[in-house]
């Protein structure tokens, strides 16, 4: 055991593993937590998938590692690997602590406590309406207990678990702080995410064993396995070679260039993912030693890896991993010209949506960019600045479409400093929708903030799905198996058939003033339920204007709104 007093960055980045590791074990559980009873509960692989994005990071640091290094990786992989509301505040959670400590040696039971005091103060600072019974909450009290105890702690391993007891009880007092959660019978799932992280620190400082090596994440893709002869004919560099250098210095655009361009003279398939710290490497070529040699006068390699495609990878793999390699030169090619600002446009559009038929909608309206996910599967403040990244505009508009994504989403803002990003706060993809109708050309892009984000005001959102588990929620009795109408404040409508499900939900959004129903039908929708509804809806509501449209999105059968 290290000196119990305190603990240095090798014992740290143990800790950090051994966390991220229980958490990742306990993600399809924290999932069921969702106080929704939706088949998309995500906050457990929203936080899973943040940690790990940071977990990877640290791996590669290998014995390259001290204090400052390994709280840069574990700041750095999570902000940009951060997906949904939960994950987004668990990056800011361990960016406040990182900070914190970067400069110290070696932590005691008061840095540590200070640490996680400022972890709290930055988290809070990231919500613009922090609500009390979350994972905040949870944070927070943790963090006041730290500060209590921390003067008096004689044993590092007593004031970890004095914490963790603490976290826990303030836990299981959330239902009492969120009535939702206790009409739901859950405690808050983030809440529940950051004890397990709590729970497999406390494993890691007791030095338990944790296989590392899971969180190295390849830039190539799938493993490999091996190919035909026919395939392996046709392959004109046969060795994989990825590895990650440890830079002696930050490389400098210019150099980095240089070092795509020498890449290319040896091989293809190039992908090269740098910040101040590491670059990772990815290339196929004839000669992996050229390539090493070139690296390593930049610095110290790490995590190298060769496989002979001709013998192993599947001919699919190979041509995943030049999709990946076109991909990356298009953004690059992207890149360079949004540089050249006589290039820009002023203004482009970002939205977040799934399902061929709302994207095709979004590019009708004007949307440059669109990024695939939303309610069943939040993309990455990542996502959000390679997205950025290809829109060629000086200012640019996000359009998150649900609300676990829009910290994403401003987080990628913060993160850019070379274009003007404005979230629009939309929540549902009926939002996004009228919000991108209502942009004013001829407006300032503050002028067209207020606009859009006034016009989501002017909209009603429907969501048609089914339950995955037995609660009562709005006073309404929920089964496993039931439809669902989730509304912008709570459930609309329960029943065992869709498309009444759907025409409840309808009824319960309706009043004088509305004018249209539009209703986007999901993947699993034939086109004679469609009809079906289409004829109910418009004998029911005469006086509307009634529009059905193709959606082609998962899990939701109808998303309606009501204008």
């Known amino acids: 055991m290290e000196n119990r007093q305190t603990i240095d960055a090798a014992v740290l980045a143990r800790m950090f593993l051994a966390g991220a590791k229980n958490l990742e074990a306990k993600k399809e559980w924290i999932n069921e937590l969702n106080v929704f009873p939706v088949p998309d509960g995500d906050t457990g692989t929203n936080m899973t998938l943040t940690i790990l994005s940071a977990a990877s990071e640290v791996s590669a640091l290998g014995e390259q590692m001290d204090m400052e290094s390994l709280c840069k990786a574990i700041s750095s992989g999570s902000l940009r690997g951060a997906r949904g509301n939960s994950g987004v505040i668990l990056s800011q959670l361990l960016r406040g602590f990182t900070r914190s400590v970067q400069s110290h040696d070696r932590l005691d039971a008061t840095l540590i406590a200070e640490a996680m005091d400022k972890a709290v ?308 993809v009926p939002q996004g929708i009228t919000a991108i109708i209502g942009y004013v050309p001829e407006k300032s892009p503050e002028e067209n903030l207020t606009i859009m984000t006034d016009a989501l005001k002017t909209v009603k959102t429907g969501q048609v799905t089914y339950a995955v588990r037995d609660t009562r929620l709005n006073e309404k009795e929920i089964h496993e198996g039931d439809f669902m109408g989730i509304g912008d404040h709570g459930i609309l409508a329960v029943g065992k058939d869709i498309n009444l499900t759907a025409i409840e939900t309808v009824s319960a959004m309706m009043d004088d003033e509305s004018e249209v129903i539009s209703v986007y039908t999901g993947m699993d929708i034939s086109q004679e339920a469609s009809d079906q509804l289409n004829k109910k809806l418009e004998e029911m509501y005469p006086d509307c204007e009634i529009e059905f449209n193709p959606g082609g999105q998962p899990v939701y059968y109808y998303i309606i709104s009501v204008e």
């Open 121 to 428: 103060e930055t988290a809070y600072k990231a919500v613009m309406k922090p609500k009390e019974g979350t994972i905040l909450t949870v944070a927070r009290e943790a963090a006041e207990k730290a500060s209590e105890i921390c003067e008096d702690a004689n044993s590092l391993e007593l004031f970890f678990r004095d914490i963790m007891e603490h976290a826990e009880q303030t836990l299981a007092k959330t239902p009492d702080m969120l009535p939702v959660l206790k009409e739901a019978g859950v405690v808050d799932s983030g809440g529940q995410g950051l004890v397990e992280v709590f729970r497999g620190i406390i494993d890691g400082y007791l030095g338990k064993v944790i296989d590392y090596t899971e969180f190295v994440k390849s830039t190539s893709g799938p493993k490999v396995t091996r190919i035909s002869e026919q395939a392996e004919s046709d392959i004109e560099f046969g060795y994989c070679t990825e590895f990650i250098i440890l830079l002696n210095n930050p490389m400098p655009d210019e150099e980095l260039h240089s070092f795509k361009s020498f890449l290319n003279g040896i091989g293809d398939s190039i992908v090269l993912v740098a910040d101040d710290e590491i670059v990772k490497v990815h290339v196929h070529t004839n000669h992996p030693g050229q390539a090493f040699e070139k690296a390593l006068t930049y610095g110290a390699l790490s995590r190298m890896k060769i496989d002979n495609m001709r013998e192993e990878h599947q001919e699919k793999l190979i041509k995943d991993a030049e999709k990946l390699a076109k991909e990356q030169a298009e953004a690059d090619r992207l890149r360079e010209e949004a540089a050249k600002d006589e290039n820009r446009k002023p203004v482009g559009f970002i939205s977040v949506s799934v399902g061929e038929g709302l994207g095709d909608i979004f590019k009708d309206l004007g949307v440059d960019c669109l990024i695939e996910g939303g309610q069943t599967m939040n993309p990455s403040t990542e996502d959000m600045l390679e997205a950025i990244a290809r829109v060629n505009a000086e200012t640019i508009f996000i359009l998150p479409n649900n609300s676990n994504i829009i910290l994403a989403a401003n987080q990628a803002r913060d993160l850019t400093t070379d274009k003007k990003i404005i979230v629009i706060p939309s929540k549902t």
